[in-house]
């Protein structure tokens, strides 16, 4: 059982106790069952011969689309590696340059996924 908040995921190899538990579980609380598990916290769940195969690809193409990146081309790094980066001088940033629902969004998609954070050639 997988509990995250106020959602509950119930997975055994016994259809019987996975049934016994969420009547006992409905005997105290108000739950209602929706069936299979298709998508749970980014996460997408497809039953193939028997396997369950989990992948974040909704969730990665969603977060291109939110943020109008769908046509964005890899780079080698993200960042210039000859810039130096000083307290003392440049520009300031203001709050039109954070973004902190892609910096969350991309946090939680490599923390889940963290070899997509590494560059392989």
């Keep these: 059982m997988l509990v995250y908040v106020d959602d509950i995921i119930v997975a055994s190899s016994s259809q019987e106790i996975v049934d016994a538990l969420l009547h006992d579980l409905d005997k105290e609380f108000a739950i209602k069952d929706l069936g299979e598990l298709h998508y749970f916290l980014g ?8 396997e369950l195969l989990m992948n974040q690809e909704w969730y990665a193409i969603d977060i291109l689309k939110r943020f109008n990146m ?23 940033l203001g709050t039109e340059d ?5 910096t969350g969004a991309l946090q939680y998609l490599t923390l889940i996924r963290p070899g997509i954070s590494f560059l392989c050639q």
């Design 43 to 50: 996460i997408q769940v497809q039953r193939k011969r028997g």
């Design 70 to 92: 769908q046509l964005c081309k890899p780079m080698s790094t993200p960042l210039c590696s000859t810039e130096k980066l000083s307290v003392t001088s440049g520009r300031k």
């Design 98 to 102: 954070s973004n902190t629902s892609v």
